[in-house]
């Protein structure tokens, strides 16, 4: 299916020997294997954090990564990270939200999940985050 194709697409970019946009690829990857493969979602993340250790998105990932490997706490310090660099970005905040919620803390997470939502930015996570916070309730 398209899964596989991405994956065969982005396997392809990421061995050819000098591709600019190498740390977007390996970005991209490694959200796409979060839930498949998170080992190894883990393993592009941090290659593309020694390229460039400043982008929200990329702390985003590692620390959403972190989460479903079950590491609540170090996923949560990096999804911080994340917020620090961009504190606007609906997908980190309801990272936060999310990871605050599996740590039992719910008022924090209902104020990170309704933070995301209050950025009228449009992200993938949107309905999720309706959905939990209701479930929070």
């Known amino acids: ?50 390229i460039d250790n400043e982008l929200a998105a990329f702390h985003d990932t590692k620390g959403w990564v972190l989460v479903s490997l079950g590491e609540l706490g170090k996923g949560l310090a990096t ?9 606007k970005a609906p997908s980190t905040l309801y990272h936060i939200g999310y990871t605050l919620e599996k740590l039992g803390r719910r008022q924090e997470a209902v104020i990170s999940l309704r933070s995301a939502l209050a950025t009228n930015k449009q992200f993938s996570e949107k309905s999720l985050t309706e959905q939990l916070i209701n479930e929070i309730k």
């Open 1 to 50: 299916g398209k899964f596989e194709l991405a994956i065969e697409q982005y396997r392809w970019l990421i061995n050819r020997k000098e591709y600019p946009n190498l740390k977007f690829v390996l970005n991209n990857m490694a959200n796409l294997l979060v839930k498949k493969a998170p080992e190894t979602a883990l393993q592009l993340i941090e290659r593309a954090l020694k």
């Open 79 to 87: 999804l911080r990270k994340a917020q620090t660099l961009d504190s």
